[in-house]
């Protein structure tokens, strides 16, 4: 993946200028989102509890990385029911397509970046 696979689903210029561009920044709140991601996607079942909050955790930490696409399916989710909870998944797994792209691009830049 590279940053001609990103999809839109993450606005990266917004996460960036949040970050004041901070590199370091950047990877560990992206690193958080995708470590959380795998716990928030277990409690999105419609016949469990817990997935009205997971939805609205989720529509938070989306929000501050840019993945307004997935904020707003976890808000539709959040006022129409459970009904809605595929759309949030399905955004869920576009935002984190996108986040691994956009990684890895960060990746490969910083091999060709020389050190000083």
């Not at 370091?24 to 509890?49: C, H, K, M, T, Y």
């Not at 809605?84 to 060709?112: P, T």
Request: net charge negative.
């Amino acid at each position: 993946m590279a940053r001609r696979d990103l999809t839109g689903a993450v606005d990266f210029q917004y996460l960036e200028s949040f970050t004041a561009g901070d590199g370091e920044v950047i990877d560990e709140v992206l690193g958080l989102f995708r470590e959380q991601a795998a716990i928030w996607s277990n409690l999105l079942d419609p016949a469990g509890d817990g997935w009205r909050d997971a939805v609205h955790t989720i529509k938070g930490a989306a929000r501050g990385i840019g993945a307004f696409q997935l904020g707003d399916a976890c808000a539709l989710a959040e006022a129409e029911g459970p009904g809605g909870l595929n759309a949030v998944l399905d955004a869920l797994d576009a935002a984190l397509a996108d986040v691994a792209a956009y990684a890895h691009e960060r990746a490969l830049q910083s091999l060709r970046t020389p050190r000083s």
